[in-house]
């Protein structure tokens, strides 16, 4: 069973710092996708990476993929309130045609003036 | 920019009722797929489904849930007798052929009594 685990679980800072959240997996798969959601809202997808060593930036948020570790990053640069909301990370399972998505816990990402 | 689109945004039902929650993917998507998320925790993927069939379906989706993709456009999530434990946000969403990415509904929230 695909097991999707990120930390830290909630994550709080001062706007203007530097931080990065953690996405581990268990089994081979080359398709990682976060999502960003608002309280009471949907998910608003972020960032695909599919292959080895991808890397993708939006603004203050980078993405990376090794999947020989089985590890994804997302990296927020100088933070801003406005991207206080929750991230998830999500894994595919290779299988292009279902693609099922196994998510992750979720950051609760708190940012604060 | 087309969206998908969810209906009750809110339900609340008595436990052993019928419900029925409605969305409407981004018309020229392919795949379509119901999740669920249990207040306060991750995102889990009941069912997929693709050309008029299931695809794929998890644990969750048990007898007591069924969908269906009526007329071309809805597609539908049956609960035939909710359980207090069926109270979650239930997400829709659709891909298209050839791309990777989800996008997701609003979500109902659904409130079993």
């Known amino acids: 069973e695909l097991k999707v685990e990120q930390n830290p679980l909630f994550l709080s800072m001062q706007e203007g710092k530097n931080y990065t959240i953690y996405c581990n997996y268990s089994t081979t798969s080359d398709r990682l996708y976060w999502y960003r959601q608002d309280p009471g809202k949907s998910l608003e997808s972020l960032f695909v990476?599919?292959?080895?060593?991808a890397v993708k930036q939006e603004g203050r948020l980078m993405a990376s993929l090794d999947t020989k570790a089985r590890l994804s990053t997302l990296h927020i640069t100088a933070a801003v309130h406005d991207l206080s909301a929750t991230y998830f990370c999500?894994?595919?399972?290779?299988?292009?045609?279902?693609?099922?998505?196994?998510f992750g816990t979720g950051t609760r990402l708190t940012i604060i003036p | 920019e087309p969206e998908v689109t969810q209906t009750p945004s809110h339900q609340v039902t008595q436990m052993g009722q019928e419900v029925i929650l409605r969305c409407v993917p981004i018309s020229n998507h392919l795949y379509f797929y119901w999740y669920r998320q249990i207040l306060g925790q991750k995102v889990e993927f009941l069912v997929s489904f693709y050309n008029n069939e299931i695809s794929e379906k998890s644990e969750i989706f048990d007898d007591q849930f069924s969908v269906e993709r009526p007329d071309g456009s809805n597609f539908t999530l049956k609960i035939r007798s909710t359980k207090l434990e069926d109270s979650a946000m239930y997400f829709c969403?659709?891909?298209?052929?050839?791309?990777?990415?989800?996008?997701f509904g609003a979500g109902t929230r659904l409130s079993v009594l």
């Open positions: 999500a894994v595919g399972p290779g299988n292009f045609g279902n693609e099922k998505l196994t």
């Open positions: 969403a659709s891909r298209p052929g050839g791309r990777n990415i989800q996008y």
């Open positions: 990476l599919l292959s080895n060593g």
